[in-house]
């Protein structure tokens, strides 16, 4: 184990778009648990490796704090956390559980293979109308944006109409660097306006989607979500479907086209669909964030002790090319069994929403390669942008001919 | 190969139904796995182990004869 002589700078920057930042490989060997710095000066712990990030991630003693590192502060620092997202929905213990139990029901798999015709209509349509403007295009704008956000609020019930307000939202409650704190909790109070006004006029004319089966799940005088946690749940899953799968679509393909052997591969035997999505999964080095926790009392990590009152994050991508876990872990084997990858966490905490992600980047990857088999990036790999500041990690455009 | 699950640990990933759907379901009410075929043949069995080995939460558990 080395000693740091210098706190690292967190997030660190990669080289390009799709290739990992240069330092995680020296500290998943020498440094598993790194000390760096947030953006907004704060100390944290950096874990790296697979098994400590596993560990960390599943471990029911530590807290989830989305907010550690924002410059734009706490809600809290002004004694106004009543519409702070985060702590809406209960997110430890029975509670936890409770909550997830009842959400969770309506992301079943066998769900979300029932929303799969529509989702490959959506991604027809827009496939369509993407060519009928002319190439080269910008497959982020065309495609990856609108496809989860149409299905993510068809689910909802919400209007698609107003999908600008909700990228708006979701852009400044999920950037670490660009928004003041005032400006986070204006759009915060907006957004909860919004999804307030949604839910009372679900509840006066219910329809056939998930706010009104979750009003009707409590009215039926069984368990069900009270105010607050359905107006947190409804607003958590409206941001996460949306930012989120958008840019994973969008690395995906990136990432398959810049190798085009890869793409030709999976034109030939689409049947590798379903394990080459979970490859872009593992391999995607930009990520976002990471997940952090608080940790709540010493604990001993890699050997190390972790002292109570830190902040760790964990980076699941940097976990995802451990070298101990997957061979290769800077190529693609697009056919890797077991991919134990951690994009969407793990143990308890672990996405919500997997199946629903999965099914989109799988559904997505099939239309495509039935109906562009010739698509090809239209500029060079290494001239990808990423977008900045995010908790999600994700590229500017994806600029495609075919 | 026999399996049994752990309701209690899982999280309603759902990814065991994705890889192995005639051997695992999800329950209606809640998410939560249930076991369709506790006793699959051979031609499941690396399915339910790539299953049992991604799973998010270790619930599945395989025994092999």
Redo the contacts between chains.
Sequence with gaps: MSPQEHALPYPLTPESALEPPREWEGLRRECPVADVHLPNGAPAKLLTRHEDVKAML?DPRFERDIRVGSTAGDAGETGDDSADLSRMVPSTGENHLRW???V???????R?RQLRPGMERIAEDLIRDMTASGQPADLKASLAFPLPVFVICDMLGVPAEDRERFSRWSDTLLNLTRYTGQEMQAAQREFVDYMAGHIEAKHAEPADDLISALIEQRESGEDGLDDTELLGTSMGLLIAGHETTANMIGKMVSMLLADRSRWERLVSDPSKV?TAVEESLRADANQGFGLTRMVTEDTEVAGETVPEGSAVVCSMAAANRDEHVFSDPDGMDLER????HLA?????????G??LA?TELQVTLEVLLRELPTLELASPPEHLERVEGLLVGGLREVPVRW | MKITVDQDACCGAGQCVLIAPDVFDQREEDGIVELLEPEPGADLHADVHEAAQVCPTAAITLHDD
């Excluded at chain 1, 969770?104 to 066998?110: D, I, L, S, V």
């Excluded at chain 1, 069994?337 to 134990?340: E, T």
């Design positions: 599943a997830r139990r009842l969770g029901r309506w992301f079943t798999a066998k979300m379903r069994v077991p991919n134990p969407f966490g793990t143990g308890a905490h672990s996405c919500l997997q199946a999965r």
